[in-house]
């Protein structure tokens, strides 16, 4: 065993399959360097975080001043930078999502929406699709449907999945838009079966990234407020992917005008030089908290260096206009995309929004059979990923699903360079096909 990995578990992974594993030693604007000196393009922003690319120079610098005046302060303290921040996130955010709540990650984050949510409604219950992950603590794996949640069922009580919108083999056998969304029906069946004085709240990702490629149709999200306000249910967006630009507006849920109750935050709110995570609350229920002892927080959060950080992101995004940039270069991902998926025999569908895209392989076109059914174990994904490193660049697959999710600062000659080299990984996936 290779002495780098020797005393490190890799997560998500079966220990020995992991062949290789990359010793990255640098890394600069989109590119990052293995020790033996191979580029990668980072077409996935490290793990869809790294949305100002590598060594950005104006954060770096507000890491090395912030450490150097203020570095460990508790949470109970505020700080220039904690106001500021909280003021500019509240000026982004949609409607009246006001007040900000800190933690270190976006697992942390969603736990602590998924708490709020049952305090403050006093209801058990959280609804999640099937078709989502929101973390790695026991109460966000367990409540998503993502497969990995397998391992730590039957998992905490009070969670009910249901099946989400996918469009391209809908669980419901309709075709969007004539299906009316008939899913979001069936969901509101679900929740009268379940009783919907019981359900605090319904947690949706806007475009799951992490356990797939399945962005909600048009009007879904609309159509989930109507739900919860007929309920009194709270509707959480985990923007934990979708956040900061990400799919072309500031928010996933801007795409459709929703206000959400509460909403999740990480990933590109520090773009990766620190952790953070977030949860906004609507100011009607932050006030919940003025007269009410909030028995929730954590040592380093908000940590000055990370709120360093998500300051100089939100400058760097909007004096970059980096939203309608990701959304510029968006459309050209996705043409290109659509143009390699016909060069393949194994790509049954492209979906995409803003720079982040996902490409669904099939090992029959024609009867859309997944190139790996879920919840089957298969060592194809570990060795596309493979291919795509040979080839020099950085992508995630699951199961049977290619993800693209580049830093928001990409130019069109990168979508070149990734397209030349995912159609000589594609090609390698056909030569794996039966004969058609
Ligand atoms: C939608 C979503 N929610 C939550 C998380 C968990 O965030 P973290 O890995 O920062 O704990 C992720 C991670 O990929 C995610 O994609």
């Known amino acids: 065993m290779d002495e780098y990995r020797r005393h490190y578990l890799i997560p998500w992974s079966v220990q020995e399959r992991e062949d290789p594993v990359l010793v990255v030693s640098r890394a600069e604007g989109v590119y990052f360097y293995d020790r033996e000196g191979r580029r990668y393009l980072d077409f996935l922003s490290q793990l869809f975080h790294c949305h100002l690319g590598h060594g950005h120079p104006r954060v770096v610098r507000a890491l090395q001043e912030q450490a150097a005046k203020l570095a460990c302060l508790s949470p109970i303290f505020l700080t220039q930078e904690r106001a500021e921040l909280s003021r500019r996130l509240a000026a982004k955010l949609p409607g009246d999502l006001n007040r900000v709540f800190y933690v270190n990650s976006g697992s942390e984050a969603d736990d602590i929406a998924f708490t709020l949510a049952r305090l403050i409604t006093k209801r058990p219950k959280i609804f999640a699709k099937y078709r989502s992950y929101h973390g790695t603590t026991y109460s966000t794996l367990g409540v998503a449907g993502d497969p990995r949640r397998i391992a730590v069922e039957p998992g905490p009580p009070g969670c009910v999945r249901f099946y989400d919108p996918y469009c391209y083999r809908c669980d419901f056998d309709k075709t969007y838009p004539d299906c009316n969304l008939f ?254």
């Open 183 to 436: 899913c979001a029906d069936a969901l509101e069946r679900q929740l009268q079966m379940e009783n919907p004085a019981t359900v605090a709240a319904i947690v949706v990702e806007p475009f799951t990234g992490a356990a797939g490629g399945f962005p909600v149709p048009d009007g879904y999200l609309r159509r989930l407020r109507e739900i919860c306000d007929r309920y009194g249910i709270l509707l959480i967006a985990d923007e934990v992917i979708t956040g900061f630009g990400r799919t072309g507006a500031w928010f996933g849920v801007d795409h459709e005008g929703v206000v959400p109750d509460l909403m999740v935050l990480a990933k590109g709110l520090t773009a990766g030089y620190a952790p953070l995570g977030a949860v906004a609350l609507r100011e009607p229920l932050a006030r919940e908290w003025e007269s009410r002892m909030l028995p929730l927080g954590s040592t380093f959060a908000p940590h000055p260096l990370a709120c360093a950080a998500a300051l100089a992101c939100l400058q760097e995004y909007e004096e970059r206009r980096l939203v309608e940039h990701a959304r510029a270069l968006g459309e050209i991902l996705a043409q290109q995309l659509r143009d390699l998926a016909r060069r393949h025999r194994c790509v049954g569908d492209v979906r995409s929004k803003g720079l982040l895209a996902c490409l669904e392989l099939v090992s029959d076109p024609v009867r859309k059979t997944p190139l790996v059914p879920p919840n089957t174990d298969s060592l194809l994904p570990l060795q596309i990923r493979r291919q795509a490193w040979q080839e020099g660049i950085h992508v995630f697959v699951r199961n049977h699903l290619i993800l693209l999710a580049p830093p928001l600062i990409i130019e069109p000659a990168h979508i070149e360079e990734a397209m030349s080299k995912l159609d000589r990984v594609l090609a390698w996936v056909d030569e794996q096909l039966p004969l058609g």
